[in-house]
């Protein structure tokens, strides 16, 4: 059997029977920088809206260069959050470049949003960025998941997620993920599993499915 893929977490495997792509926050140092690139282990690197320096370009620089690894599956948690202290404006700033960056560099986006669904909405319009874009733990209703579907995202659903939305999105659209907790993403395929009425073994290799389509498809 597989190992579960867990799509989104800030740890590595704590057990053998998952697979993590862990993501990396910036800015790093050049010590930081240098474990993560050579660690060999699939990642994902951004510029998190909670994290944002006065002014991005050197972590944009650092992204850029990180973003050119084998290992880099996809930039972020990258996104807007109006419930942080940081200046909207340079969430959007630093959110419209990273999309930016991800089209050039052929990746998907790990996207991270908190009550900005408007504006996150406009700048993906303006940008464009032609590549997939997944919104990291999931927890709408299943309105506004009926909506971000059809507007061609995917879902990533953690610990805490609303049951309906689970159920409603398309399998080909799915990704689990553990994002901050430290316990194994296993238990949460079978409380999918169980309430998408499929295995835990299928459910994975759905998900492993979509991370190649992910993968390929952005590098069209």
């Given at each position: ?16 029977r998952e ?7 910036l ?82 986006v790990?996207?991270?949003c908190v ?14 960025p032609?590549?997939?874009?997944v ?17 061609g ?10 049951s ?8 080909e ?12 993403v ?24 979509n ?10």
């Amino acid at each position: 059997m597989f190992p579960y893929l867990n799509f989104h977490a800030h740890r590595e495997a704590v057990s053998p029977r998952e697979t993590v792509i862990r993501n990396v926050l910036l800015p790093l140092s050049t010590e930081e920088e240098d474990a993560a690139v050579n660690a060999g282990n699939p990642f994902s690197a951004g510029i998190h809206p909670w994290h944002l320096p006065a002014s991005s370009d050197d972590a944009l620089r650092q992204l850029g260069r990180m973003a050119l690894c084998s290992q880099c599956v996809a930039i972020g948690e990258a996104g807007l959050d109006k419930c942080c202290t940081v200046s909207f404006s340079l969430q959007c700033d630093a959110f419209a470049r990273q999309l930016g960056l991800a089209g050039e560099r052929g990746l998907p986006v790990i996207i991270h949003c908190v009550k900005a669904w408007e504006e996150l909405l406009a700048i993906m319009k303006r940008i464009r960025p032609g590549t997939a874009c997944v919104i990291h733990g999931f927890r709408g209703k299943p309105q506004l998941a009926e909506n971000l579907l059809t507007r061609g995202f995917y879902l990533s659903f953690g610990l805490r997620f609303n049951s309906e939305s689970l159920r409603l999105c398309p399998p080909e659209r799915l990704f689990l993920e553990t994002d901050e907790a430290r316990c194994s993403v296993e238990a949460l395929y079978h409380t999918a599993a169980d309430l998408r009425g499929c295995s835990p073994e299928s459910l994975n290799m759905q998900c492993l499915q979509n991370l190649y389509d992910i993968s390929q498809n952005a590098k069209k």
